[in-house]
């Protein structure tokens, strides 16, 4: 079967054909553009710019695909939903929504976080089930039950901030660019991560939710009261307090659930310190639970993880009727 | 109004306090540094007006929509300018709520100069005085 994915929901416009034969999934075509030097030179997100860009970057991506203009070589559409910016969204829906009416293809809508979920099965060791997720971005964080394929139950969540916004705004007070993740990665590198204390918040609450706002809050007083703090050094303490909160709730979940697999997911799971510090944390606990994250170009926002969902999607034969189909800029992952 | 709050709580009841005087149509203006407790005092403001859903941070999302259980309002939109720029409320389909009886908007970062259609504004000062302790000044 082949899929072609469309991502618009945020800051990247993104094309992708998956081929799926069998447990094979192959991906002859992968792009994405990103706004983020848009977003620079504004200094932050025009919403009439962000979706403009978007219009004017999507059929150009679709030629440079080389895929047949007749749509000959696709099967399925599939396109995010939502959620996400409302003018961004419509955007990739709308030209899904007249290629699969014009070409005569079926179509698929796709939850985004649903994309995150699935993009380790780009790589070829796919998770079992019942699998647990940790998502995370700007946007995002959450832990997700997945019984099986399209059957999600999330079961914590942040309560405020998003761990990606944490990473953000903390970039921000410490003058580094956007954005922040990896700005503050690179700092760490080069900071002792057990030089400043920051709280660990909501680590006894019991439950598997988040709190980062008063991490973010603990940074941005600390550095009232020490406006001389080495910038390596807060990157690298506050990094190791996020990374903390995240493995321990993550693997708590672990122990609550039993799952086969554990999946990372999501913009931030491009921050290499975690990516090792939730694999050995699982090693060490659980040997025989597989650990699963998506290679790197598939942690940000891209069509290839769209597709992969999408794929599932037409399995299970949840096709959605182009005419009626609209953007949910707050959909929920059910 | 100047109000000193000494933990998250005593900023959501000040939060409470004002939606209780509140009759529909309002737009909350909350400045403010970073953790000042924004967002913080939406959450209370948002309980108060009687619904039951989370409150998050908006800056990703720039919009949340909650729905009120309230004689005069149906709905609360929580609005965050931080990540945007040289915005129009248009831009972000507020046309649709702004001017409304049965609506409230409250924003964080919000930029000066906005229209806001002659909605009634009342404006929310947080500032950071130490680890616990905000100033709240309602004007
Ligand atoms: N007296 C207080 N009132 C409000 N918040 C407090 C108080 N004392 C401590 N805090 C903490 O300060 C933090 C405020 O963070 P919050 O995200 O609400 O700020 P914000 O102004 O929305 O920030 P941002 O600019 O990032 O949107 C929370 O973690 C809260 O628990
Ligand atoms: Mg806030």
Redesign the interface.
Known sequence: MNILGLETS?DETAVALLQVQGDNFVLPINLVSSQINL?QK???????VAARAHVETIFPLLQESGLAADGSGVDVIAVTGG?G???ALRIGLETAKALAFAWHKPLVAVNHLEGHIYSPWLSAIKPSFPALALIVS??HTEIVLVKDHLNYQIVG??????A??AFD?VA??LGLGYPGGPAIAQQAQLGDPASIPFPRPMSDSGDFDFSF?GL???V??YL?QHPEAPVADVAASFQQAAVDILVQKTLAAVKKFQPQALILGGGVSANLHLRKTLGESLTARHPAITYHVPNLEFTGDNAAMIAAAGYFHAQAKRFVNPVTLIAS??LRLK | MTNITNSPAETQQIAAQLAAELQGGEVILLNGELGAGKTTFVQGFVQALGSADPVRSPTFTIMNIYQADHPAIKQIIHLDFYRLAETQLQDLGLDEWLGRRDTVIIAEWPPAGLDWAGSRQIKIQLSIHSEQTRQIIVS
Request: aromatic share 2%; hydrophobic share 30%.
């Open positions: 945020c977003h504004y200094g932050g997100v025009v919403p009439e959620p910016l409302l003018p700007g946007g969540a942040t309560r405020d901030d998003a990606g916004e705004k921000k007070l706002s973010k809050t603990a941005a007083v009232k800029p707050n």
